[in-house]
Nanobody
Framework: QVQFVEYGGGLVQAGGSLRLSCVSS????????IGWYRRTPGRQREFVAA???????TFVEVVKDRFTISRGNAKNTAYLQMNSLKPEDTAIYYC?????????WGQGTKVTVSS
């Protein structure tokens, strides 16, 4: 099973930026798309953004004009650049395979946006 580890969260003021990193390991041959997901207290984990092996990207509507997703030179890395952050972006962010998050969930990285 593929394992995922996330980095880069932190505390930022509204309007600020953060860049999250995702590193995966394990049976990478089965991975094409990598997605970012987030969870806020009391809510289910939700999809945020994804990128395929051919660099096609998709985003949830609420972040579409503010977040970008990219992959590193190594197939097992992905990044989420988050700009113009809003308090409602506060969450724990996770990465996993996409469209089916079949990999082992990491602990996530916490993003807190203060108003």
């Amino acid at each position: 099973q593929v394992q995922f580890v996330e980095y880069g969260g932190g505390l930022v003021q509204a309007g600020g930026s953060l860049r999250l990193s995702c590193v995966s390991s394990g049976s990478m041959f089965s991975i094409d798309g990598i997605g970012w997901y987030r969870r806020t207290p009391g809510r289910q984990r939700e999809f945020v953004a994804a990128i395929t092996g051919s660099n096609w990207t998709t985003f949830v509507e609420v972040v579409k004009d503010r977040f970008t997703i990219s992959r590193g030179n190594a197939k097992n890395t992905a990044y989420l650049q988050m700009n113009s952050l809003k308090p409602e972006d506060t969450a724990i962010y996770y990465c996993n395979s996409w469209p089916f998050p079949d990999g082992s969930w990491g602990q996530g990285t916490k993003v807190t946006v203060s108003s």
